[in-house]
Nanobody, 113 residues
Framework: QVQLVESGGGLVQAGGSLRLSCAAS?????????MGWYRRAPGKQRELVAR???????DYADSVKGRFTISRDNAKNTVTLQMNSLKPEDTAVYYC??????WGQGTQVTVSS
């Protein structure tokens, strides 16, 4: 059984930073799978924010390029999303995903103007 647990969400003012973490447990190694962060804003569809492949290649949504950074700690089986220069439009529930199959429960990020 695979479990993904997100943490690090919260309320921050525009221009601030947050760091989200996703701890993976069970029968999955993040080092061997593509790991991603997605988000769903109120009234909108879920969208890809960032992902990192098993070989370390990263990919970002245009809206977060230059502000967000995804990274991976294989020893801890953890994926992190560092979010800087946050904007109100980044407000959403952020979800961790593994191998396009497994999902975490989500963590709320709210950016006030």
């Amino acid at each position: 059984q695979v479990q993904l647990v997100e943490s690090g969400g919260g309320l921050v003012q525009a221009g601030g930073s947050l760091r989200l973490s996703c701890a993976a447990s069970g029968s999955i190694l993040i080092s061997r799978n593509v790991m991603g962060w997605y988000r769903r804003a109120p009234g909108k569809q879920r969208e890809l924010v960032a992902r990192i492949t098993s070989d370390g290649t990263t990919d970002y949504a245009d809206s977060v390029k230059g502000r967000f950074t995804i990274s991976r700690d294989n020893a801890k089986n953890t994926v992190t999303l560092q979010m800087n220069s946050l904007k109100p439009e980044d407000t959403a529930v952020y979800y961790c995903n593994s191998a396009y199959i497994y999902w975490g429960q989500g963590t709320q990020v709210t950016v006030s103007s």
